[in-house]
């Protein structure tokens, strides 16, 4: 049975915010000093103040076209505290234009140290996390019980991630025993769109019959899908991921991210960088129609 609503909220916050925008894709909030734009790298006061300037102004470029953000927290985290300071600026930004925040932090620890590292997250104002959970369902639980979403890595984009998560054991490998608990765990926290705050991420650069083959295992969560644009994944290359049958486009129970081929696209005659983004960002959005038929 579905869980209290109030308690599950973020996963239909995420349906909502995905079913507003038409689109389940994702920015990734991924800032690089010698990739940004000019005028923001002449004008910026400091390197902290230049990416936080730069966030801002993807997220105003991309409002409307997609609902869900995802800063990645070692890009501000580099910097010290001003790049905590511009982290916060950038969620805080994003909250006020109504995005999702899937803060991409990847933290993997047990205990009182998951706890804290779950309320900092929560306290930022970030709405989900990533979580590496290598260390078992105590790396996750303190996250959801802290009222946040979270992704847990299941099987990622990177190549060398085939090393440990397409190992066998009682003939079935790791990343599908990572999707079984991923399940069990999520099972008593769905919301009312019948999808869990506990989701996993699964990238788009792998087979279609492991991607199908860890959706079946994962009926109910909401897959966070890196990998496609500068990695060289693709829209179709997703659909085993889609749940089937998805009447509204959050149905489709896929979070679509894309970072480098949005924030650093090709600059358009006589346009501006936050049109260039805004451009990259609709192709993005239009061309993720396929997963619903749209």
């Known amino acids: 049975m579905p869980q209290n609503p109030a308690i599950a909220a973020r996963s239909d916050e995420l349906c909502r915010a ?71 600026r950038t969620i805080d930004h994003a909250k006020r234009l109504g995005f999702v925040v899937i803060l991409d932090a990847k933290r993997g620890d047990i205990g009182s ?47 060398d991630s085939d090393r440990l998560q397409s190992l066998d054991s009682g003939g079935s490998t790791f990343a599908l025993h990572t ?21 996993a991420v699964v990238g788009a650069t792998k087979s279609a019959d492991e ?10 969560q909401i897959l966070l ?7 060289g994944g693709t829209p179709e290359q997703v659909r085993p991921l889609a749940r089937a049958g998805a009447k509204a486009v959050s149905g489709a129970g896929v979070v679509v991210n894309a970072s480098r081929s949005v924030l650093y696209p090709h600059a358009a005659p006589g346009g501006t960088w936050q049109g260039d983004v805004r451009s990259a960002a609709e192709i993005l959005a239009a061309s993720l129609g396929v997963l619903t038929g749209a």
């Open 113 to 159: 140290s998951a706890q804290h590292y779950a309320a900092g997250a929560a306290s930022m104002g970030a709405d989900w996390i990533t979580v590496s959970p290598y260390m078992g369902p105590s790396t996750i639980e303190p996250f959801l019980d802290a009222g946040l979403g979270v992704f847990a890595l299941c099987r990622t984009s990177n190549p």
């Open 18 to 88: 995905i079913d507003a925008a038409g689109s389940p894709g994702c920015v990734g909030l991924d800032p690089v000093l010698d990739r940004l734009p000019a005028p923001i790298r002449e004008t910026a006061t400091s390197e902290a103040d230049a990416i936080g300037q730069f966030c801002v102004g993807v997220l105003e470029a991309v409002v409307g076209v997609v609902g869900v953000v995802k800063p990645q927290s070692a890009c501000f985290e580099r910097f010290g505290s001003p790049g905590y300071a511009a982290l916060e």
């Open 211 to 220: 991607g199908l083959a860890l959706r079946q295992r994962m009926p109910d």
């Open 225 to 231: 899908v890196p990998g496609v644009g500068a990695q």
């Open 179 to 199: 999707a079984a608990m991923l399940a069990e765990l999520g099972a008593a926290r769905r919301g009312t769109h019948g999808l869990s705050d506990l989701g």
